[in-house]
């Protein structure tokens, strides 16, 4: 049989007095009264017997026995009776006191309920509703409102039939610490204990509020940090970004990140004091001095080796704090570990002895949990590009050797080929070396086109837009081409959409410059509700889709293809829609960030 809660129990009755012994009154009045009656009683006998006369027997007969002994009797039971109000009042104020004992346990009991309650309330807005019914359930008032500052406020009423407080009621307002108010109304005018509850209600849900608010505000950090790094690839950007959101999160003056490298060694990979920045193990402090003085050289100190080996922050004063930032007395360690192994450590540093004791290290546990993610994300990324450098090499490679190399050895033959036909046929040598000059100078152009390809262009300085214009108007310049550009609607990529579609129109116009023989080509870029459009189209010599179907590519090219891969991996779409003399239409779907 189950017990039913505390909450739940039905009130406690006071216990029974028990039985007393017969208390010394009554004992004394057993023992003493009937020995002392027969002793009276006999001495009144033998003195009336004494008178002999029998009118003055009957007299004192009277006298006696009709106002001596009911006299007797009445004072003996009054003595009685009086020891037993006595008891009584004992008993009734001994219930009294069991009754205000009692109604103090159940506002004791109501206040750690509240109290339970408030820490576990998920948000300020909770924390406010569960503090105002609860206020309502311990004083017994009416109604309850509680106002925070950043005027958020909670109402609760109890068992009334009225909807808000009238002026028949008596009002109750005690301040909460650090900002607002907890205003009761009750039927009857509050006592001074009841008072006294309130504040110390108002106590705990000032407790409860300032809770619910760092809440918030870990939320927010983690958020922030989160939003800050989700996309960032530079390494360097990303670890100020982390670690000084942890250093201010605390007020350390010192941080730095030791980053794992593939041979399991963790090296220095940023740090920055009251003395400046340093990256990648060495480098130029904010006043432009040389920052050789980090300590190791680059290599972690042995904290941070043990920081790497533990399963959780660690903490260090003293000489070995010196040994990580030299003006620190008090470091604070946090691994970066995920299900692939070690990632690297985070240090804060300062120094101010014990100034982490107190910090939230599990949050600052929670940002170097994110942090490890992130380090993740950029080392892919940067592996990526590297990758995509390789095929791009190989790309130029394949093109410089399948066009540009053969057509220039062609060209020599030509060459070798008129230098022996130069004196016996003049004509027929020239005419060669005018079919090897234009041989050249279609290379050229070919060389010119391929580098104005692979110009660098700074996506992230200009943006999608006002890159997108000036490619398209320097390619049509560059190809002797009428090329237009037509952007409608709003564009939002994130920055990987950005290079992504960016890459796709570069390839699109090289290909229209190799292979279409076009006189114009438009460019359109429209910015729909979920997606984004990108269309290229030309007007030149186009071809048959079903002929090159399962070719290397339908639009000329490899690059094209992987660009179409990559566009497909981001959840978008890729067309081409060409027929032959009637031109080409590259279309690109991606969707808004």
Not at 206 to 214: L, S
Not at 511 to 521: D, L, M, P, Q, S
Not at 531 to 559: H, I, M, P, Q, Y
Request: proline share 5%; glycine share 10%.
């Amino acid at each position: 049989m189950t017990e039913l809660p505390a909450t739940r129990r039905p009130p406690a009755r006071p216990p029974a007095v028990p039985r007393a012994p017969l208390s010394d009154r009554v004992r004394l009045v057993r023992n003493l009264l009937p020995p002392l009656i027969v002793l009276v009683v006999g001495a009144v006998e033998l003195t009336i017997s004494l008178l002999g006369n029998g009118q003055r027997e009957l007299w004192a007969h009277l006298l006696f026995y009709g106002l001596v002994g009911p006299a007797a009797t009445f004072f003996s039971v009054e003595w009685i009776a009086e020891g037993t109000r006595a008891r009584e009042r004992a008993e009734l104020e001994l219930r009294d006191l069991y009754g205000q004992l009692s109604a103090s346990h159940g506002r004791l009991q109501g206040v750690q309920e509240l109290m339970r309650d408030l820490g576990g309330a998920p948000d300020l807005g909770a924390v406010l509703e569960v503090a105002v019914r609860g206020a309502v359930r311990v004083t017994g008032a009416t109604h309850a409102t509680l106002t925070v500052p950043g005027g958020l406020s909670g109402t609760a009423r109890g068992e009334t039939l009225l909807s808000a407080p009238s002026a028949a009621l008596h009002p109750l307002k005690v301040s909460v610490p650090g900002g607002g108010a907890l205003l009761l109304h009750f039927e009857t005018p509050p006592s001074a204990d009841t008072a006294e509850l309130a504040q110390a209600l108002a106590a705990e849900v000032a407790t409860g509020v300032e809770a619910a608010r760092q809440r918030t505000l870990d939320l927010m950090t983690l958020y922030s940090v989160d939003q800050s790094i989700r996309a960032e690839r530079n390494m360097r950007r990303l670890l100020s970004r982390v670690t000084g959101t942890m250093a201010g999160r605390v007020g350390a003056e010192a941080r730095a990140a030791y980053l794992s490298d593939e041979d399991g060694v963790l090296r220095l990979e940023y740090a920055q004091d009251r003395r400046g920045e340093v990256s990648g193990g060495g480098g130029m402090s904010g006043d432009g001095a040389s920052r050789n003085d980090v300590p190791g050289g680059g290599v972690a100190p042995a904290f941070a080796a043990r920081v790497a080996q533990s399963s959780g922050p660690l903490i260090v004063t003293g000489a070995e704090a010196c040994q990580v930032f030299p003006e620190a007395r008090s470091v604070l360690g946090l691994p970066m570990r995920d299900e692939e192994g070690l990632v690297g450590v985070l240090m804060l540093g300062d120094p101010r002895e014990g100034v982490f004791e107190a910090a939230r290290v599990s949050l600052l546990a929670l940002m170097a949990g994110q942090a490890t993610l992130a380090v993740r994300n950029a080392r892919a990324y940067l592996y990526s590009e590297e990758l995509a450098i390789s095929d791009e090499r190989a790309r130029i490679a394949r093109e410089i050797h399948d066009g540009v190399a053969q057509s220039l050895a062609f060209a020599a033959l030509k060459l070798d080929v008129v230098a022996r036909k130069m004196h016996s046929d003049p004509e027929l040598a020239e005419a060669d070396v005018r079919a090897a000059t234009a041989l050249l100078r279609e290379q050229i152009k070919e060389v010119r086109r391929s580098i104005f390809a692979l110009r660098p262009i700074d996506l992230e300085r200009y943006g999608l837009l006002e890159t997108v214009r000036r490619y398209v108007l320097d390619f049509g310049e560059q190809n002797n081409m009428k090329s237009s550009l037509d952007v409608t609607g709003e564009v939002h990529l994130s920055p990987g959409d950005e290079a992504v579609v960016f890459r796709i129109l570069q390839e699109s116009l090289n290909n229209v410059a190799k292979h279409a023989r076009a006189g114009e080509v438009r460019v359109t870029l429209d910015g729909g509700a979920r997606r984004v459009l990108l269309s290229v189209k030309d007007d030149g010599a186009g071809f048959d889709l079903e002929a090159v179907t399962g070719r290397v590519s339908s639009a000329g090219g490899l690059g094209l293809t992987q660009m179409r891969e990559r566009l497909e991996a981001r959840g978008g779409q890729y067309r081409v829609l060409s027929m032959p003399g009637r031109g080409t239409t590259i279309e690109a779907e991606m969707p808004q960030a």
